[in-house]
């Protein structure tokens, strides 16, 4: 177990060893802490992002606040570490600006929110909507990703990191296990219990004619399935697609739009992103394949939903 996770931390120390730029770190880290702490004191997310869906202009607004994120600390970064032709090519600005929208929309759309199927009763329509909640990055962005990449990005294995490597592996499940107590504990806090689990079984109760255990078990399963399309835009498109044409300074502001998404969670949710982002980012860097982080981020996400469902069945 040890030795797997210290493979894992060697090729962070290489990537940090290969990539690191006083100045560019240094902004990068302060321009993120500097956001977080803005959101979090006058609740932005809260007051214009999240009330975007309901007066119409979320498909407006949150492709441009991902756009503001990135472009941000990219920009800067390149300019800090003197990459101008990186800066000068377009390719670096219509691939990112691509990618991003596809994020940015998917959030964004909210028409589904509306539907209303007939026969449906209000629990089992309210239940619909959340499983397509989950699934339809799989339209917005998996769909345009698979076809970009197939036509503008050949050289590339596999789908952004969706390839046949899968090094390291073992690592992943021990910093896993090495992280959960960790989860554990926060699971014990009110922020943690107010926002977890994402799902509320309680509020559905005999939907479709199901079990309890039926029903949460088929959400979750699409819960996880999001997790590997998050993986796939971050880590895969973002870094590992980013990086043929920035190198490694594809990272830091995939890291700062990475934290961008987290505004709404808890505080502490949104810092721990900042650098679960940025490691598993060098790690698809260094080794090509983002199946590492769609394990531990699966792991992680049901293991905050088990804890939540215990804390509300057990308070």
């Known amino acids: 177990m040890k030795k797997s996770v210290f493979a894992l931390f060697g090729e962070i120390w290489k990537f940090i060893k290969a990539d690191f730029h006083v100045l560019s770190y240094i902004y990068t880290f302060v321009f993120i802490g500097i956001f977080i702490f803005l959101n979090y004191e006058f609740g932005f997310y809260r007051n214009v992002m999240r009330n975007s869906y309901f007066d119409g202009n979320s498909m407006l607004y949150f492709p441009l606040f991902y756009l503001f994120f990135y472009f941000a600390v990219a920009i800067p970064t390149l300019f800090f570490r003197k990459e101008y032709k990186k800066l000068n090519n377009a390719k670096f600005y219509t691939k990112s600006l691509f990618f991003i929208l596809l994020y940015g929309l998917s959030i964004g759309f909210y028409a589904h929110k509306n539907i209303q199927i007939s026969g449906f009763f209000f629990e089992e329509n309210a239940y619909f909507i959340r499983i397509l909640s989950q699934l339809k990055s799989i339209l917005f962005y ?13 050289k590339i294995e596999g789908i952004y990191g969706l390839t046949q490597k899968t090094s390291h592996i073992r690592g992943y499940f021990s910093l896993f296990l090495m992280l959960l107590p960790f989860i554990i504990l926060i699971s014990f806090t009110a922020d943690f219990q107010t926002a977890y689990p994402q799902f509320k079984p309680w509020y559905y109760d005999g939907v479709f004619g199901l079990h309890t255990a039926v029903y949460t078990f088929l959400f979750e399963v ?94």
């Not at 998996?142 to 503008?152: A, E, G, H, Q, T």
């Open 142 to 154: 998996f769909v345009p990703l698979f076809i970009f990449k197939n036509i503008f990005d050949k």
């Open 222 to 315: 699409c819960y996880a399935l999001d997790f590997v399309m998050t993986e796939l835009l971050f880590r895969g498109a973002l870094a590992i697609g980013m990086a043929a044409i920035l190198g490694r300074s594809a990272i830091l502001p995939m890291v700062a739009m990475y934290c961008a998404i987290h505004f709404g969670k808890p505080l502490g949710e949104t810092i721990s992103s900042v650098f679960g982002g940025y490691m598993l980012g060098a790690l698809a860097y260094q080794t090509r394949h983002i199946w590492g982080g769609v394990i531990v981020h699966i792991l992680i996400a049901l293991s905050m939903e088990i804890m939540g469902l215990f804390h509300h069945y057990n308070p």
